[in-house]
């Protein structure tokens, strides 16, 4: 093998490693009420705003990254959570906050 190959080589080689390093999970910050608490699958279901650079408003459900989350909220609390996007697309709740309490009914 050429001495130019090898140096070609070893910069794709580089250059993959440093992209998979960097490339690191988006966050999108985003404001809704919830709908409904989901134990058994520690999701929430989220009616919410639009989310900037990631989707218009829409009731859906999100994992929770924290089941302890689901304990500290309410259905018809309004929240403001962080989403966390992982390199395959899925999303996951890892940070909240109430803005607005209600009262508490949880789904199993």
Known sequence: MTTTKKLIILISVTFFIFFNLTASAKEYTAKGTVNAINSSSQKLNISHGPVKGLMG?????????????????????TIKFTLNEDKKGNLTITDLEIIENSEKVIID
């Open 57 to 77: 408003a829409m009731k859906m459900d999100f994992k929770v990254s924290d089941p302890e989350m689901l304990s500290d909220v309410s259905i018809g609390n």
